[in-house]
């Protein structure tokens, strides 16, 4: 049955399909911070804003259109971390250098590519050793 024959259904169809993106790709990397000694660490401490700032302007440099870079709290992948996550793929990321933050713009970003070797796999998360 086509729209044509079953007008009522393709009206309930487009109400309830998602809306567009507003994005074709978003970026969020994680830039929460604890205390010094915190059993989880954190990616402040693994220079996660830097490495955010860096990408940001980097996305800029290259005219990427439609991709936002953007500020996270913590995504629970602390001990992984810096955690990065991109959206609508929900492929994850530990960047650590410019140099990772440059591959995951070139071949992720530009050209719809993934980096195995800077990802985040579930079951790589180690045993939590203490509280949030
Ligand atoms: S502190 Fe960054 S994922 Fe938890």
Redesign the pocket.
Known sequence: MSPDDNPAGAANAAATADPPLFYARHVFM???V?PDGHP?????AKD?ERLRNYMKARAKELGLKDVRINTAG?????EL???MVIYPEGVWYSPKTTADIDEILKTHLVEGGRVPHLMMRPGDDPPKKGKD
């Open positions: 994680c830039t929460n604890r989880r660490g954190c990616c402040k996660s913590c995504l629970e992948r602390c971390g810096p955690s």
